[in-house]
Each structure stands twice: as C-alpha cells, then as structure tokens.
C-alpha cells in the first residue's frame, strides 16, 4: 500500500481540522465576559492591573474574589488538614463547578512572615505563573477602608487573625491569538482549565490521529 494514500491524506487532513476547530473552541471557553475595567485603588499595587480586587479574611474563613475576575478566584485561610496555611483557587472555565488550587499554592503564614517586605508593607507571591490563569498576590497586614493599617507589621496582623489580600492580573482575557492554544491540545488543555476527564478524551484522540498518520508515512 502507498505511503501517502488517500487514507494518509484523510488522517493528516483530519488531524489538522480537529487541532484549528478544538483551539477554536476552547478560545471561545476561555474567552473574557468583563463589562467594564476596574482597578483597585486603595494600594499603589492595585492600579498597576488591568483587574484586581481586594478584600480582608479572617482567619477560618474564605472569601471569592468574583466581581472582576474570570474565572472566579479564591483564598481560604486555614485549607483542611493543612492549618496555618492559605489556599489560592481558580474556578474551572469549563463547567464552573470545580475549584482548582493554583499552581504554587498554598502558602504557610510562616512563609508569608518571613516574605514580608517592610518597605513596601505587603508579602508578594503569583500563582499560575506564566499561564493563562497567571495571578498576582500581595499579602499586607489589616487594612481599614482608607488604606491605613489596623495591625502592623504582617506578623502582629497573622496573631489578630486578620489580612488584606489583593489579587491583580493582566492576562484576564486573549486580545490576540494565543499560540497556546493549538499547542495546548498535546495534553488535553489541561492547564486551560479543562477537567481531567476531559483533557484525556480530547489529548487521546489527537495522539491517536498523530500516532496514525505517522504510521502511515512510515510504514504505508
């Protein structure tokens, strides 16, 4: 049988289609639903985002960072079996019922003592670096409304069992074509958020049709 059959031509025609229209899709998936830019104007830090919120927690709590970010952020302090440690999650962008915790998270209060800048009054980290989801962090003791600390420095705020954390990132929508996203079919778009399950189904059928087309140039 010929190397490069009309079979071979299908398989390699087919492989192409589906890598350009799953790209397609998970660009729509990912895509943006901001209404209007809000920057947070109670720190320096925050008008450095284009988004960026910022609230208080307690201790034992958590709170959604929901009114200018998509997906959803999180920050529980106190994460189960894990205590003293604060937790930073992303909603998935796929069915927008599971929390994944970010990448680099969680972070000890020991650690965020020791990070704790006072300069600049705030403990810095980013989740997710690089990627889609890339988040800032900026951790300062308890903050009144106005900006001015209640509890200083960071680790008299930690024994009060209070923080003010803001979160910011420029990369909350694509205004452009990210390459990423036909490469990101290799494993599933797994780091666009896609569930497990998910990313197997669509990073199976593309590496079967690789695998395939391969043979076929190979082989015949």
Do not use: C
Not at 78 to 102: A, C, E, H, S
Not at 153 to 180: E, H, R, V
Not at 181 to 199: D, H, K
Not at 212 to 219: A, Q, R, S
């Amino acid at each position: 049988m010929a190397r490069i059959s009309s079979f071979t031509v299908f398989v390699w025609v087919t492989l192409i289609v589906y890598t350009i229209v799953a790209g397609a899709m998970v660009s729509v998936v990912t895509g943006t639903t901001y209404t209007s830019p809000y920057t947070t104007t109670i720190t320096q830090e925050g008008q450095m985002y284009r988004y960026s919120e910022i609230h208080n927690i307690t201790k034992g709590t958590q709170v959604d960072y929901a009114a200018n970010f998509t997906p959803d952020r999180r920050v529980r302090w106190n994460i189960p079996l894990f205590p003293d440690r604060l937790g930073f999650y992303r909603k998935d962008t796929w069915l927008g019922l599971v929390w994944w915790q970010m990448q680099d998270s969680p972070i000890t209060e020991a650690e965020i003592i020791a990070d704790f800048d006072t300069s600049k009054n705030y403990s810095k980290y980013s989740f997710d670096y690089g990627g889609a989801f890339w988040t800032d962090v900026y951790v300062y003791p308890y903050m009144y409304g106005n900006g001015s600390f209640v509890y200083y420095p960071i680790n008299n705020s930690i024994a009060n069992n209070k923080l003010t954390i803001l979160l910011g990132t420029n990369q909350t929508s694509y205004t452009y074509f990210d390459i990423g996203i036909l490469t990101g079919i290799v494993t599933g778009y797994n780091s666009y958020g896609a569930p497990a399950e998910v990313s197997i189904v669509i990073a199976g059928i593309w590496w079967i049709l690789l695998v395939l087309g391969i043979v076929k140039l190979v082989i015949g």
